[in-house]
């Protein structure tokens, strides 16, 4: 494996500034992603230090030890690595579980091989109040996507191939870049894919101080048996719940019937692992489960019946981001019922329905966009 060097270190700054200039309206973090958030993410800030070890974790809090440490000293965290990685032989790492040898350079329906391919990392600051603190949180987004939604906002670079490859120092470099830059936590979003170079970024990250928590920033639709090995090695799930029904899932994310039931069952696993998202003293949220739940026009999400899914098998104050900001891009508009915004009627009913289902912890910044 190639040592993080000052030269890849500084690649990665580089890559953090060009990412910004590429990317100036990338929305909030979304993971193939759904629509969440305003347009609010500023340039990352260039820097040309080097991150000797030690210094590079001088902005995480000094009280937190972010869950993947341990895994790293006894090295667990190589081993989940390694099996992630032997998982990539014949594909299964999403649900679509297409079987692609990507260790033989193939590429599955996520679009991706074995090759890592990032299409940018910096300060995001549209994401929740608790994740963006004041330094941002710290995004890094993946090329590809498995899921695949005719609505999505990113689709450039879930769909179309945007970002570059790099390799796995490189993704351990852009993490401490980003701590030492001042952002609260490592923001992977849409990971599933390169699930296993994640973790190998983070064990070799770990190693030269990373201390900040990773938020695992996702559609939703993961598989159980992927997420426990990712226990104790993510502080923060950030899954959507996009659809109550799987006929809705079929239509608009590439047949995908399977999403209610496997995110059900993804959101369990995850608050199994992780908890409930609590603020710390400061504000910045350090772990714990956060859902996204992005409101479609037409009562395509099927929003009801999600508020009461979660109200009915999480704690009552589990954070629930209620989201407004659907925009009909991408191939949208060849759809009917989803070629328009919602209405700020739609979006009461959303928030009505989810407090009539007991939820008690709603972010409804959404608000703002109606
Ligand atoms: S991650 Fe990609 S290659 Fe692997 S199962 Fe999913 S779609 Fe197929």
Not at 230 to 242: N, Q, T
Request: proline share 5%; net charge neutral.
């Amino acid at each position: 494996m190639e040592r993080l060097t000052r030269r890849s270190f500084l690649r990665s700054c580089l890559h953090l500034a060009g990412s910004a200039a590429a990317f100036p309206l990338l929305p909030m973090s979304t993971s193939c992603k759904e629509q969440s958030g305003p347009a609010d993410s500023r340039p990352g800030r260039e820097t040309e230090d080097s991150p000797e070890r030690g210094t590079a974790a001088r902005t995480a809090h000094p009280e937190f030890e972010p869950a993947f440490l341990a895994l790293h000293q006894t090295g667990e965290l190589s081993q989940r690595a390694e099996k992630l990685w032997g998982l990539m032989a014949s594909c299964e790492l999403c649900p679509r579980m297409c079987g692609t040898d990507r260790l033989a350079s193939d590429t599955g329906f996520c679009g991706a091989s074995a090759k890592l391919e990032i299409a940018a990392h910096h300060p995001h600051f549209g994401e929740e109040k608790g994740l963006v603190g004041t330094g941002g949180s710290g995004a890094v987004f993946f090329t590809n996507c498995g899921l695949r939604c005719v609505f999505c906002i990113n689709w450039q670079i879930s769909q179309g191939g945007a970002g570059s490859e790099r390799s796995i120092e490189d993704l351990a470099g852009m993490m401490l870049t980003l701590q030492k830059i001042g952002c609260g936590n490592i923001n992977v979003v849409t990971p599933t894919h390169y699930s296993a170079h994640i973790v190998r970024a983070v064990d070799l990250a770990a190693g030269m101080g990373l201390r900040l928590p990773i938020v695992y920033n996702t559609c939703g639709w993961e598989r159980p048996e992927i997420l426990r090995l990712l226990d104790g090695i993510v502080d923060i799930y950030l899954p959507d719940f996009k659809y109550a029904d799987g006929g809705m899932a079929e239509k608009y994310s590439s047949g995908a019937d399977t999403y209610p039931q496997l995110t059900k069952a993804a959101l369990i696993e995850m608050h199994r692992q992780v908890g409930t998202a609590r603020p710390s003293a400061d504000g910045l949220i350090r772990r714990g489960l956060i859902v996204r739940h992005l409101v479609m026009p037409n009562n395509i999400a099927g929003t009801r019946a999600v508020m009461k899914w979660i109200g009915e098998n999480l704690p009552a104050d589990t954070y629930v981001n209620v989201m407004s900001q659907y925009t009909p891009v991408y191939k949208a508009s060849e759809y009917p019922p989803i070629s328009r915004r919602i209405t700020r009627g739609e979006y009461d009913d959303a928030v009505r329905w989810a407090r009539e289902a007991g939820l008690t912890n709603l972010d409804i910044q959404g608000y703002r966009f109606l």
